[in-house]
């Protein structure tokens, strides 16, 4: 559902399941924050999808059109086993991340699956340097006897270029 203003808007404000999808999201930024990949990939279904578009065309259909990364659970583990190893020399020694969510809204729910948006931003800290990545989130969450487990996850840089940031070698 969105406004007028073409914004998501939270259906039907139910604040319990925002702070237990929020929460969800924090656990998730700190296994990534942690470098705990292998923890991190149990948090995906087998039919998941993972997309960042590129920054040229946030709102690129990775059918039709190049995007960044766009993972299947298979693709997934062997991203997670790359970057785990010293195969992946971008991140080797690994990159220090910091994760910070906002602005969580839950724009969709159809039985056990919800969807939000949120706001994120990574600040990666490698070699000297510190990058901020700026995006937007994109979640389908689906509802399991064990929690929660993400079916769909989208992020949308705000960058203009990645010039000063490289290669997306980090899971954003």
């Given at each position: 559902?969105?406004?007028?203003?073409?914004?998501?808007?939270?259906?039907?404000?139910?604040?319990?399941?925002?702070?237990?999808?929020?929460?969800?999201?924090?656990?998730?930024?700190?296994?990534?924050?942690?470098?705990?990949?292998?923890?991190?990939?149990?948090?995906?279904?087998?039919?998941?999808?993972?997309?960042?578009?590129?920054?040229?065309?946030?709102?690129?259909?990775?059918?039709?059109d190049?995007?960044?990364i766009?993972?299947?659970?298979?693709?997934?583990?062997?991203?997670v086993?790359?970057?785990?190893?010293?195969?992946?020399?971008?991140e080797?020694?690994?990159?220090?991340t910091?994760?910070?969510?906002?602005?969580?809204?839950?724009?969709?729910?159809?039985?056990?699956?919800?969807?939000?948006?949120?706001?994120?931003?990574?600040?990666?800290?490698?070699?000297?340097?510190?990058?901020?990545?700026?995006?937007?989130?994109?979640?389908?969450?689906?509802?399991?006897?064990?929690?929660?487990?993400?079916?769909?996850?989208?992020?949308?840089?705000?960058?203009?270029?990645?010039?000063?940031?490289?290669?997306?070698?980090?899971?954003?």
């Amino acid at each position: 559902m969105t406004s007028q203003a073409g914004n998501p808007v939270d259906v039907g404000f139910d604040a319990a399941l925002r702070m237990e999808v929020e929460d969800f999201l924090y656990q998730e930024a700190a296994l990534l924050d942690e470098w705990r990949l292998d923890d991190w990939l149990e948090l995906f279904t087998d039919d998941t999808r993972y997309v960042v578009p590129t920054t040229d065309l946030p709102d690129g259909d990775p059918q039709q059109d190049l995007v960044f990364i766009d993972d299947d659970i298979i693709r997934l583990r062997a991203r997670v086993v790359r970057l785990n190893s010293r195969h992946a020399h971008r991140e080797y020694p690994w990159s220090r991340t910091r994760r910070f969510i906002s602005n969580v809204r839950v724009t969709d729910v159809s039985g056990d699956e919800v969807s939000l948006t949120g706001s994120c931003l990574v600040y990666r800290v490698r070699m000297g340097q510190t990058d901020p990545y700026v995006a937007r989130c994109y979640y389908k969450l689906l509802r399991t006897g064990g929690g929660w487990k993400i079916r769909y996850r989208r992020m949308e840089l705000d960058l203009e270029a990645l010039d000063s940031h490289g290669a997306v070698s980090i899971i954003l």
